[in-house]
C-alpha cells in the first residue's frame, strides 16, 4: 500500500501535519461509507507511525525492520481487534487483551497502536470496557476505531474519540480515479452509485460481477409482479446472494422508485439504465407503497448490519410478500 487514496489525501495531510506538531490525537474514529478504504487508512496510517525513517509524505518506507515485521503480519506494537467471522461481536476479552497491550512499554520505544475493525461490531460490555483506556490513554498509545457505521457506537465512545470522515471527494477526481482502472464499457459515475460512493466498493463489485445485481433483482420483482414466481423462491433465491447486499441493492432501487413517482423526468437516479424496467414496474403503485416498501427494507437492513442472530430467510421473505401483497391489492383494486 504505497498510494495515498485521492480522496484519502485531505485527511492524511490533517493528521501529518497534527503529528509533525506533536498534537497526534490519542484516539481516532475513523468513518465513511463502505468501500471507501477505512482499512486501507488505518493500515497506512499504523505502518507510518511505526516505521523508523517514514517518507516525507508520511508513508512509510517499506524497507525497514519495522517495516518488514508489519508485511509478514506481525509487529509487537501493533495490535488489530477484530470478530472471529463475519457478522459476529467483538467480545470483551478482546478487548481487554488490546487494553493491556497497550498498557505495556513499546518493544521498539515507538506508539503502541491498536486498531477496533470494525468499532461498532464491539458488543455492549467490550464498548464499555474501553471508555477508560480512551478516557485516561497510555504514554505514547494510539487508538484507530474504524466503522462505516458510527451512530451504532455508544456516545461515550464516540465523544472519547476524534472523528476523522473519509468521503470520496471531489467527485470528479474520485470519477477519474475509478475510470483509469475500469473497462468499457461500464460507466464509472454509474458504478459509483451503485457502491454507495464507496470506490473501493465500485472496483470490488466490477471484479465480481455484482454490478448486474440491480437488473436481477428487477427480474425478480417483475417475476413476482407477473405471478411467475412465488415470494418463497425468490427470498431462497435472495439468501443465496448475500441477504445483506440485496437488502442494500434494493433500498437503492426503492430509492429510485421513489424519485420517479415524484416525477417523471427525475434530476438523479442511482440506477440510471433501469430508468424504464422501474418505470413500467411502479406504474400499478401509489407513492405511499413504494415509500413503505423502504421503511420496511430500512428496518430489515438495520438487523442485517447488526451482531445478533437474525433469520435472514424470513426477513426476505417479508419483503417478497409484501411485494405479492402489493400486486394482489392492486389487482383487485382494479376489479
Same mark, same amino acid.
Given at each position: 500500500m504505497t498510494?495515498?487514496?485521492?480522496?484519502?489525501?485531505?485527511?492524511?495531510?490533517?493528521?501529518?501535519?497534527?503529528?509533525?506538531?506533536?498534537?497526534?490525537?490519542?484516539?481516532?474514529?475513523?468513518?465513511?461509507?463502505?468501500?471507501?478504504?477505512?482499512?486501507?487508512?488505518?493500515?497506512?496510517?499504523?505502518?507510518?507511525?511505526?516505521?523508523?525513517?517514514?517518507?516525507?509524505?508520511?508513508?512509510?518506507?517499506?524497507?525497514?525492520? !519495522?517495516?518488514?515485521l508489519?508485511?509478514?503480519?506481525?509487529?509487537?506494537?501493533?495490535?488489530?481487534?477484530?470478530?472471529?467471522?463475519?457478522?459476529k461481536?467483538?467480545?470483551?476479552?478482546?478487548?481487554?487483551?488490546?487494553?493491556?497491550?497497550? =498498557?505495556?512499554?513499546?518493544?521498539?520505544e515507538?506508539?503502541?497502536?491498536?486498531?477496533?475493525?470494525?468499532?461498532?461490531?464491539?458488543?455492549?460490555?467490550?464498548?464499555?470496557?474501553?471508555?477508560?483506556?480512551?478516557?485516561?490513554?497510555?504514554?505514547?498509545?494510539?487508538?484507530?476505531l474504524? =466503522?462505516?457505521?458510527?451512530s451504532?457506537?455508544?456516545?461515550?465512545?464516540?465523544?472519547?474519540?476524534?472523528?476523522?470522515?473519509?468521503?470520496?471527494?471531489?467527485r470528479?477526481?474520485?470519477?477519474?480515479?475509478?475510470?483509469?482502472?475500469?473497462?468499457?464499457p461500464?460507466?464509472?459515475?454509474?458504478?459509483?452509485?451503485?457502491?454507495g460512493?464507496?470506490?473501493?466498493?465500485?472496483?470490488?463489485?466490477?471484479?465480481?460481477?455484482?454490478?448486474?445485481?440491480?437488473?436481477?433483482?428487477?427480474?425478480?420483482?417483475?417475476?413476482?409482479?407477473?405471478?411467475?414466481?412465488?415470494?418463497?423462491?425468490? !427470498?431462497?433465491?435472495?439468501?443465496?446472494?448475500?441477504?445483506?447486499?440485496?437488502?442494500?441493492?434494493?433500498?437503492?432501487?426503492?430509492? @429510485?422508485?421513489?424519485?420517479?413517482?415524484?416525477?417523471?423526468?427525475?434530476? =438523479?437516479?442511482?440506477?440510471?439504465?433501469a430508468?424504464?424496467?422501474?418505470?413500467?414496474?411502479?406504474?400499478?403503485?401509489?407513492?405511499?407503497?413504494?415509500?413503505?416498501?423502504?421503511?420496511?427494507?430500512?428496518?430489515?437492513?438495520?438487523?442485517?448490519?447488526?451482531?445478533?442472530?437474525?433469520?435472514?430467510?424470513?426477513?426476505?421473505? @417479508?419483503?417478497?410478500?409484501?411485494?405479492?401483497?402489493?400486486?394482489?391489492?392492486?389487482?383487485?383494486?382494479?376489479?
Amino acid at each position: 500500500m504505497t498510494e495515498i487514496l485521492p480522496w484519502h489525501k485531505g485527511a492524511w495531510e490533517t493528521l501529518l501535519e497534527a503529528r509533525r506538531a506533536g498534537r497526534f490525537p490519542h484516539a481516532l474514529l475513523l468513518t465513511g461509507p463502505k468501500g471507501i478504504g477505512l482499512g486501507q487508512f488505518s493500515r497506512q496510517l499504523a505502518a507510518g507511525l511505526l516505521c523508523r525513517e517514514p517518507l516525507a509524505n508520511g508513508l512509510a518506507c517499506h524497507a525497514c525492520k !519495522a517495516c518488514r515485521l508489519i508485511e509478514a503480519g506481525y509487529h509487537p506494537d501493533l495490535f488489530i481487534a477484530m470478530p472471529e467471522a463475519e457478522g459476529k461481536p467483538i467480545k470483551i476479552d478482546q478487548i481487554r487483551e488490546l487494553i493491556e497491550f497497550v =498498557s505495556l512499554k513499546s518493544q521498539y520505544e515507538r506508539d503502541k497502536i491498536g486498531i477496533i475493525d470494525p468499532a461498532d461490531a464491539m458488543n455492549r460490555n467490550a464498548a464499555n470496557s474501553l471508555l477508560k483506556t480512551l478516557e485516561e490513554p497510555p504514554p505514547s498509545s494510539r487508538m484507530l476505531l474504524l =466503522s462505516h457505521r458510527p451512530s451504532f457506537l455508544p456516545v461515550t465512545v464516540r465523544s472519547r474519540c476524534q472523528r476523522v470522515d473519509l468521503i470520496a471527494s471531489p467527485r470528479s477526481e474520485v470519477i477519474a480515479w475509478l475510470a483509469s482502472r475500469m473497462k468499457a464499457p461500464h460507466e464509472p459515475e454509474d458504478l459509483l452509485s451503485l457502491a454507495g460512493n464507496g470506490p473501493l466498493g465500485a472496483l470490488r463489485m466490477l471484479e465480481e460481477g455484482a454490478y448486474t445485481l440491480p437488473q436481477a433483482l428487477l427480474d425478480d420483482l417483475e417475476a413476482l409482479s407477473l405471478k411467475r414466481s412465488d415470494p418463497v423462491t425468490i !427470498a431462497q433465491k435472495w439468501l443465496s446472494i448475500g441477504p445483506a447486499e440485496v437488502i442494500g441493492c434494493l433500498m437503492r432501487l426503492t430509492v @429510485d422508485m421513489a424519485r420517479l413517482k415524484l416525477t417523471a423526468d427525475p434530476p =438523479s437516479l442511482t440506477n440510471k439504465s433501469a430508468r424504464n424496467r422501474l418505470k413500467v414496474l411502479i406504474k400499478p403503485l401509489d407513492l405511499t407503497q413504494v415509500l413503505d416498501c423502504y421503511e420496511r427494507l430500512s428496518q430489515h437492513h438495520v438487523l442485517l448490519s447488526g451482531y445478533s442472530n437474525v433469520n435472514a430467510q424470513s426477513l426476505l421473505e @417479508d419483503v417478497t410478500i409484501q411485494w405479492a401483497e402489493y400486486r394482489d391489492t392492486n389487482e383487485r383494486s382494479i376489479l
